[in-house]
């Protein structure tokens, strides 16, 4: 603006009001919304177990001879699962090497939620004052969203549940006390509470994630499958 402008203070808001137009003015004006698509890289794993036709012959606690095939898959498949969840929970997204042969870790939750406006730290403990005016800054970011859900530890959604045992009461003849909160609602959002198990180390134990799932894909290439590979192992007597 020339000599008569003058600098616009940091933080300030600024609202973007549409232009005026002449009276009875036939001039249609575009409107282009500039597209912000978020990916994530595509991430491959490979777990396996090994066993010898002997071990695999003989008998186990859990049945017959083939029983102990039976017995790793399922301990493998357990601890597949368990990694695949702490993957996107920890995981840092990065691309290494060169085509075809490059290799691709998807971030999570704690790369995508953890610093500026979308991270919240309670220096302590979560409080419900504070939850609700997390939840206000939330709604004032995104007026559309009506519920979002709450990943969070368990000693999180025990907290969280604490916030209503002053206003329960008990009648005569009452033999159970307490409450298991499932959904909580603030700032007219409702926030379904999801426990996580695997947040339970002394750090994590006090961490979450607030998630609008119509906001999160999650695709899968490749269903599970196991591919028995018999490796070097002779037939021995």
């Known amino acids: ?63 017959g001879a083939g029983s102990k095939r039976d017995m790793l898959r399922q301990e493998k498949w357990r601890e597949v699962k368990l990694k695949k969840e702490l993957m996107y929970y920890f995981g840092g997204r990065s691309q290494t090497g060169t085509a075809p042969a490059t290799v691709g870790t998807m971030g999570g939750f704690r790369q995508y939620l953890s610093g500026g406006t979308l991270a919240k730290d309670f220096n302590g403990q979560i409080t419900e004052t504070g939850l609700r005016n997390l939840m206000v800054d939330y709604k ?26 002053n206003n329960l009461r008990i009648t005569p003849g009452t033999e159970s006390w307490g409450v298991d909160i499932r959904q909580y609602v603030a700032a007219g959002v409702k926030i379904n509470l999801v426990p996580l198990p695997l947040l339970s180390d002394p750090v994590t134990m006090g961490w979450g994630w607030i998630l609008d799932m119509d906001r999160v894909s999650i695709k899968v290439l490749e269903p ?3 591919v028995e590979d018999p490796g070097t192992t002779k037939n021995t007597s």
Do not use: C, W
């Open 1 to 63: 603006d020339g000599t008569t402008g003058v600098a616009i203070p940091a933080g300030s808001v600024l609202h973007i009001l549409p232009p005026a137009v002449e009276e009875n003015s036939t001039t249609a004006r575009n409107v282009h919304l500039v597209n912000t698509n978020q990916y994530n890289i595509v991430q491959l794993i490979k777990m396996g177990y090994s066993i010898t036709r002997t071990a695999n012959a003989l008998p186990t606690a859990f049945g």
């Open 140 to 165: 004032s970011l995104n007026p559309e969203v009506s519920e979002v859900y709450a990943f969070v530890a368990l000693n999180v959604n025990e907290l969280i549940n604490r916030f209503s045992l």
């Open 224 to 226: 599970l499958e196991f």
